[in-house]
């Protein structure tokens, strides 16, 4: 929650996610100041979430855009949940819905277990497990 705790920077990972990928896009995309874009994109970069790519359009200065990472893609169904909740449960938040671009119905983001059962919130447990060759 530390990276990714604030507005501004769920907004940059959707857009990410939708494909924006320069500064400029972002920093009007997302409605912030360009030193605010420019300190979130720092913040997710460094905690793996975008990378930094060099490109250069003709005639000019070379300069970054920014991608998802794997690690960036993974915490997508954490922020498309995030989304899910507000459109759910906030009245005045109604416009994002989810949809399966195959068949254009309504997606949603839920949890199955490794056998495919869907798995409600009063059937999920958390366990803490040690990690191999630690304490």
Same mark, same amino acid.
């Given at each position: 929650?530390g990276?990714? +705790?604030?507005?501004?920077?769920?907004?940059?990972? *959707?857009?990410?996610?939708? $494909?924006?990928?320069r500064?400029?896009?972002?920093?009007?995309?997302? %409605?912030? =100041?360009?030193?605010? =874009?420019?300190? *979130?994109l =720092?913040?997710?970069?460094?905690? +793996?979430?975008?990378a *930094?790519? @060099?490109?250069?359009? @003709? %005639?000019?200065?070379?300069?970054?855009?920014?991608?998802?990472?794997?690690? +960036?893609?993974?915490?997508? @169904?954490?922020?498309?949940?995030?989304?899910?909740? +507000?459109?759910?449960? #906030?009245a005045?938040? &109604?416009r994002?819905?989810? &949809?399966? #671009?195959g068949? %254009?119905?309504?997606?949603?983001?839920?949890? *199955?277990?490794?056998?495919g059962?869907?798995?409600? @919130?009063?059937?999920? $447990?958390?366990?803490l497990?040690?990690?191999?060759? =630690?304490?």
């Amino acid at each position: 929650m530390g990276v990714i +705790g604030t507005k501004s920077a769920m907004l940059i990972l *959707r857009e990410a996610y939708y $494909g924006t990928t320069r500064f400029d896009d972002f920093a009007r995309r997302v %409605g912030i =100041t360009k030193a605010a =874009t420019s300190a *979130r994109l =720092t913040e997710l970069v460094d905690a +793996g979430l975008l990378a *930094r790519r @060099p490109y250069r359009e @003709p %005639g000019q200065r070379v300069r970054d855009e920014y991608v998802l990472t794997e690690a +960036g893609t993974d915490l997508m @169904p954490v922020v498309w949940g995030m989304f899910e909740w +507000g459109r759910r449960h #906030l009245a005045d938040d &109604t416009r994002l819905h989810l &949809t399966h #671009l195959g068949c %254009g119905a309504e997606a949603t983001v839920e949890i *199955r277990c490794a056998q495919g059962h869907l798995v409600p @919130p009063d059937e999920l $447990g958390v366990s803490l497990r040690h990690r191999s060759g =630690t304490d």
